[in-house]
């Protein structure tokens, strides 16, 4: 280079450098001087210098002068502690006030200095264009100047950005959003957004203008989405673009969660997925639409670019007040319906233990959660956390088994709405089962619960005589019906239909059972599954049969024969075989009883010179039990007194005369007996057992007896009268004293009705008394004392094993017992009744365990 083209150079660059900084400082009336600079350090091949250097120029400017002073208006925020910084979000109009004024000032510095940047960027396209005609190639720099300013701007501001502006912005869109929602909420819950549309301006002109659109609201809100997408705006133009989106998007998740929560709360009786999505098209969505049209982002599908558009774009159908929406508007719709689907579906499983308890009522929560279920597909989390929900508050030792019970088939229940397949159900079920199999009520439970007439709820609401049984045969009608009317109306179109849109099982499905077995959900084949076994389940249902016929007072047995045909229905003719012999021997009971009373009447009335009975036979009720076909009853020797035992062998010599050969054994301890006790003109009515009754009537003939006496003439031992004759004095007919001995006590009956009245501890209103359940004795044996008197027989080929093998596992015993008992009676126990049985002969110190080896105890 000469020295008088460096000295050339030298000045043009120091006249270049003094017109940036001029044109910088402000004065826009240097750029026709710029431009033969410019030209001139272009021709010298300086060109990048001079990009390189008016950029640099500008970022200093823009550093120093609006970067500063743009973040200076959030320094009280950012530099205060978290409580003061409460008091900031509640003040009015902030951070509006502020964010708009600091956008302001440093979206006008910046609009300068892009002036300023296109007078450089013209002065270096005018040289480029001259010198294009011209052979040699030029270096393009003037079209890479305004981006490269663009990117400048933004890691200028993100590079100094303070750690709290984020959140700044979200208390800003949180505060607009929710003052929009107030006001677009008003029109929606007045059910006018329906009809209207809300913002019906099409174009970013009609903003600009101001213009009232339906009245009052509708141009505040016009107003106010004027105002956030001024802000939006400033906040892309500074490159806060992905920033921005996240704030407001936030705000209007936040918004749409705190409107589901509000809608849901705890009322699970009303539907809230249908409100949800009609607010988000009335509020959120009108908001989104007069936003992106403000922004000038709505595309419409006819104006799309060409190209492939991804599936969740489809082409929609029209939104009330919004017609045809864009494709971003759509993408906005999948987004926050998901979101609401999300988060009542969440509300919903954090709940579903306190839906289920008041299933049936709750059912539209139900059906809720299960479409939004079937958009999210999170079925592992209801899952999950319900198992979690019945582990921490059912599975406990403080829950009644009948409420475990009831609770299962209300889950069964809710869950075959949700999934009719079963698959989640089994998940489920599962810890239900294995915790009611160590319960020893499990059994008696279920079978009251099939049979007590309360429909299966926990409460007894159900309709009278309506069982679980009952419901769960109409289900099973109705079922066979529906799938009778499917197969029968599908042609082989819709067969084809149905096979192309066939799904495979879910992940979470059992692999040994198929998609047919899995398509009716069988409560009573559940509730069986838990026991073992149908025959203990009917075995039980035998035994608490029998104690409810031998407890009757009359021969009214319409449900119960009703409920056997249910059960012959579920478990079969055979199963129940012995049961239906139980119920023929009362109908029999109650025709023998009429034939009976009839012949004892008319005997009376013919023979002459007969004495009257001191107890008419009308009073007496027999009911005749096969007894080879009911359980084992419970006898207990008991003297009567003289009157009843003649009324007693009356009605048996009668009966022996009609069914001869037959002949009456009567079992006296059973039955139950009405009594009616007076004192001094007024009388109290009971209905006991019969040695309750052997006891009280004693006291007519003398009205004090010792314990040792009274037991001994009525012929039961001294520790079951003392335990019977609590019932008298609990109720204050009878007193008790000291007797001559330490071991013996006086009972002595009251004077006179006032004396009851002050001795008794049961309710004084009540003229009628009944023995409750706790009082009376059962009068079958149970099934736990059926199977240890049965399981006796083998006691001592267990001995013998253990004596022989030394130790052997439960399994082992019980195979051995199945090959070599075949005779009469033939082992035929299951392993659950196996284990029960050793376990009784442990705790009687005849076996010990250790290590699940059964041994004989040392």
């Known amino acids: 280079m000469e020295p008088d083209d460096a000295d050339g150079s030298l000045d043009s660059w120091a006249q270049f450098c003094s017109l940036s900084n001029d044109l910088l400082g402000g004065d826009l009336s240097v750029g026709p001087r710029l431009a033969p600079v410019v030209a001139d350090l272009c021709a010298r091949g300086l060109a990048t210098l001079v990009r390189d250097y008016f950029l640099h120029s500008l970022e200093e400017t823009f550093r120093n002068n609006a970067v500063k002073k743009f973040w200076q208006h959030f320094h009280p925020y950012c530099n205060a502690s978290a409580v003061d910084r409460i008091k900031f979000c509640v003040k009015e109009h902030w951070p509006e006030e502020i964010l708009s004024r600091a956008l302001e000032d440093i979206c006008l510095e910046k609009s300068y200095q892009e002036k300023c940047v296109l007078v450089l960027v013209h002065d270096l396209q005018s040289y480029e264009d ?32 303070p750690l709290s502006f984020p959140e700044i912005l979200n208390v800003y869109f949180k505060k607009k959003l929710e003052e929009l929602s107030i006001i677009m909420a008003g029109s929606y819950e007045s059910d006018q957004l329906g009809n209207q549309e809300f913002f019906k301006s099409s174009d970013t002109s009609d903003w600009h203008s101001g213009m009232d659109i339906d009245g009052q609201e509708v141009s505040e809100s016009s107003c106010l989405v004027k105002n956030i997408g001024k802000v939006v705006r400033y906040l892309r133009c500074l490159g806060f673009a992905s920033m921005t989106e996240d704030a407001y998007s936030s705000s209007i998740i936040w918004l749409l969660k705190s409107k589901v929560y509000e809608l849901a709360g705890d009322d699970y009786r009303v539907p809230v997925l249908g409100c949800v999505k009609k607010w988000i098209q009335a509020v959120p969505l009108q908001f989104l639409h007069a936003l992106l049209i403000y922004l000038g982002d709505s595309v419409e599908y006819e104006s799309g670019s060409s190209g492939l558009k991804s599936p969740l774009a489809s082409r929609p159908s029209s939104f009330p007040g919004i017609g045809v929406p864009s494709e971003a508007l759509v993408r906005w719709h999948m987004r926050l319906e998901y979101f609401a689907y999300e988060t009542l579906q969440d509300l919903r499983i954090g709940k579903l233990f306190e839906i289920i308890v008041d299933y049936p009522e709750s059912s539209p929560a139900i059906e809720d959660l299960k479409l939004c279920l079937e958009y999210t597909g999170q079925h ?170 031998l407890n009757k007072s009359d021969f009214e047995i319409d449900s119960d024969i009703r ?177 001559p001995d330490a071991d013996d006590h006086t009972f002595t009956v009251v004077d006179s009705m006032s004396d009851v009245n002050k001795n008794s501890i049961a309710n004084e209103r009540l003229a009628e008394y009944q023995m409750t359940e706790e009082e009376g004795e059962s009068s079958v044996a149970s099934v736990e004392e059926q199977l240890k008197k049965e399981m006796t027989v083998y006691e001592k080929f267990i001995i013998g094993m253990l004596t022989n093998f030394g130790s052997m596992p439960l399994d082992k015993i019980h195979n051995t017992l199945k090959m070599f008992c075949i005779a009469e009676p033939s082992y035929d126990k299951s392993l659950q009744q196996l284990q029960s049985f050793l376990s009784g002969l442990v705790a009687d110190e005849k076996l010990e365990t250790r290590d699940g080896l059964y041994l004989l105890k040392r």
């Open 563 to 739: 409920t056997l045909e249910l059960l012959k229905i579920h478990f079969g003719e055979s199963s129940m075989q012995k049961c239906e012999i139980m119920l023929n021997d009362l109908i029999d009971s109650k025709r023998t009883n009429s034939n009976i009373k009839t012949s004892l009447l008319k005997t009376s009335q013919t023979v002459p010179g007969q004495e009257e009975a001191e107890i008419s036979h009308d009073v007496l009720d027999a009911t005749i039990i096969s007894s080879n076909f009911w359980p084992p009853i419970q006898t207990e020797d008991l003297v009567v007194p003289a009157s009843v035992d003649q009324l007693l062998s009356d009605y048996a010599k009668r009966f022996h005369q009609i069914k001869t050969p037959r002949k009456l054994l009567w079992k006296k301890n059973l039955g139950m007996v009405k009594l009616e006790l007076e004192f001094e003109g007024r009388s109290m009515q009971f209905t006991v057992a019969p040695v309750h009754a052997a006891i009280i009537m004693r006291f007519q003939e003398k009205s004090s007896w010792t314990s040792k006496t009274l037991a001994t003439e009525i012929g039961i031992p001294i520790d079951s009268l003392n335990r019977r004759i609590s019932f008298w004095t609990s109720k204050g007919v009878l007193t008790e004293s000291a007797g």
């Open 380 to 549: 592992s989390k209801l899952v999950d956390s319900f198992i979690s929900s019945l582990r921490y508050r059912l599975l406990t030792a403080g829950a009644s088994t009948n409420d475990i019970l009831h609770q299962y088939v209300s889950t069964i229940k809710a869950l075959r709405t949700i999934d009719p397949t079963g698959v989640f159900l089994e998940a489920v079920g599962e810890p239900i089962r294995d915790y009611l199999r160590g319960r020893k009520d499990t059994i008696k439970c279920i079978v009251t619960m099939l049979t007590d007439g309360s429909g299966g709820n926990a409460s007894g609401t159900g309709n009278a005589g309506d069982n679980l049984l009952e419901e769960l045969n109409r289900d099973a009608e109705n079922q066979e019906n529906a799938d009778y009317d499917n197969h029968a109306n599908i042609d082989e179109k819709q067969a084809w239909l149905n096979s192309e849109s066939w799904e495979p099982d879910p992940v979470e499905a059992d692999p040994l059972k198929g998609s047919r077995n899995r398509r009716k959900v069988d409560i009573l084949g559940l509730m069986v599954s838990i026991i073992g076994s149908k025959d203990q389940l009917v075995n039980e249902y035998r035994v608490m049969l029998a104690e409810k016929l």
């Open 130 to 161: 001259r010198t294009s005609k011209r052979k040699f190639k030029v270096v393009d720099c003037s079209s890479s100047l305004m981006p490269r300013y663009q990117l400048m701007v933004s890691s200028v501001l993100l590079t100094t950005l």
